[in-house]
């Protein structure tokens, strides 16, 4: 009889330890919300860069902040890993995602209109993943977003 509830407890705890090791984040409204939030803003912010940045310069610092701080929250949820490394990503201003182009609009002040409009479908292209993964959080979604970040 022992045996028998040994082999239950061992096989109960390989199933959890193997559960673990594939956790994901579930889903969270805030998260979807503000995600979708501030890719309209972002968007919006990026329409107007063949215009000086000087005038559209407290909107671009607004929406910096807004990712930042998403991206704080982000760190702090458990088995998160995968969304806040597509923060990071987006705002780290060395990278070619929305910090990058908007460091490279203050540095130039203007950018031409085939450069904005393609900017903007990747970072469109972004958001979508971060969305879809936050909505579905499935194998897919999640292969879709490990495949931009490890670009």
Avoid at 30 to 53: G, H, P, R
Avoid at 80 to 93: A, G, H, L
Wanted: hydrophobic share 40%.
């Amino acid at each position: 009889m022992k045996t028998f509830q040994f082999k239950i407890a061992l096989f109960t705890f390989l199933i959890l330890q193997g559960c673990q090791a594939i956790k994901t984040a579930v889903y969270d409204q805030y998260s979807y919300q503000k995600t979708t939030e501030l890719k309209v803003e972002t968007l919006l912010a990026i329409e107007n860069a063949t215009t000086s940045f000087e005038e559209h310069q407290q909107m671009v610092e607004k929406v910096l902040l807004d990712m930042e701080k998403l991206k704080e929250y982000e760190k702090n949820k458990p088995n998160n890993e995968i969304t806040f490394s597509m923060w990071s990503i987006m705002t780290d201003s060395e990278k070619n995602l929305a910090a990058g182009f908007f460091k490279r609009w203050k540095e130039k002040q203007t950018l031409s209109p085939a450069f904005v409009t393609e900017a903007k479908k990747q970072i469109e292209e972004a958001y979508d993943l971060l969305i879809e993964y936050e909505v579905k959080k499935d194998k897919t979604s999640k292969d879709n977003l490990l495949a931009l970040i490890s670009e």
